[in-house]
Structure formats: structure tokens, C-alpha cells
């Protein structure tokens, strides 16, 4: 009687390890942020029109390689967008470009921006895309 008193608070705290990590570590992820105000002025995009997205050659987003960024409710030329990664992706590197979609055309950044994946959330800020490349 009392082994199982003691199995069944070992099993609890057992399962509760599995869910709850170690050390309070939290999710590694990363917020990208750009301020599209260039693109904007430079006609190369429009909020009615486009949409802003994120890809990587490096990890898969979603089933289409895409992620839709969202817009800012204070700041109109701010989008935002928050990856979530495994823990087996700390310290490794994230590669990603900012990409404007409308219909199916796509207009992608001429280079790859990278973050190293860490432990604690990361955010990271643009203030405008790399050369455009249609």
C-alpha cells in the first residue's frame, strides 16, 4: 500500500517533467519586424494589394514555405510575425528573407538575413527590405 502511495506522486512529477521544461527554460522564437515606409513611398507596396511574408531556406515555416506577417495596429508601416522553434534549433541559424505577395507574383529580397537561434525569445527590426528582386 504505501509503494503505491509513493509511485503514484513519482509518476505525476514524471509527466509534469515531460510538459513543464527544465529550469523554466521558455520556447526559443524569434519576432521579425520591418518597417515597409520605403516600399511604401517607392510604390512597391500597397496594404490594400499585398501581403508581407517571411521564408527560409533553412527551416520550414508552414506547407506553402510562407509565413504572412501581420500589421501593426499603432504603426501602419510596421509587420510583425513570430517564429516558434524546436529546442533542438538553439544555436542554430535561422535564414530568412522578407518576400511581398500579390496574386502570384512575388517580389523577395536579393539576400538572406540570418539569427542565431538562442534559449531566450529574440526580436529582431528592419527598417527596410535588402534590394528587391522580382
Do not use: C, W
Amino acid at each position: 500500500m504505501l509503494r503505491h502511495r509513493f509511485m503514484i506522486p513519482v509518476f505525476l512529477l514524471f509527466i509534469l517533467g515531460m510538459i513543464i521544461p527544465a529550469g523554466g527554460q521558455t520556447q526559443p522564437r524569434v519576432t521579425l519586424q520591418v518597417n515597409i515606409e520605403n516600399e511604401v513611398k517607392n510604390g512597391f507596396f500597397n496594404h490594400d494589394r499585398h501581403e508581407l511574408r517571411i521564408r527560409s531556406s533553412s527551416y520550414t515555416l508552414s506547407p506553402n514555405g510562407y509565413l504572412t506577417m501581420k500589421r501593426s495596429k499603432e504603426d501602419s508601416l510596421l509587420y510583425a510575425v513570430t517564429v516558434n522553434f524546436p529546442q533542438d534549433m538553439v544555436n542554430e541559424e535561422f535564414y530568412y528573407q522578407f518576400v511581398i505577395t500579390s496574386n502570384n507574383r512575388i517580389i523577395k529580397e536579393d539576400y538572406e538575413r540570418y539569427v542565431l537561434i538562442r534559449e531566450q525569445p529574440i526580436e529582431m527590426y528592419a527598417t527596410s527590405f535588402y534590394h528587391l528582386a522580382f
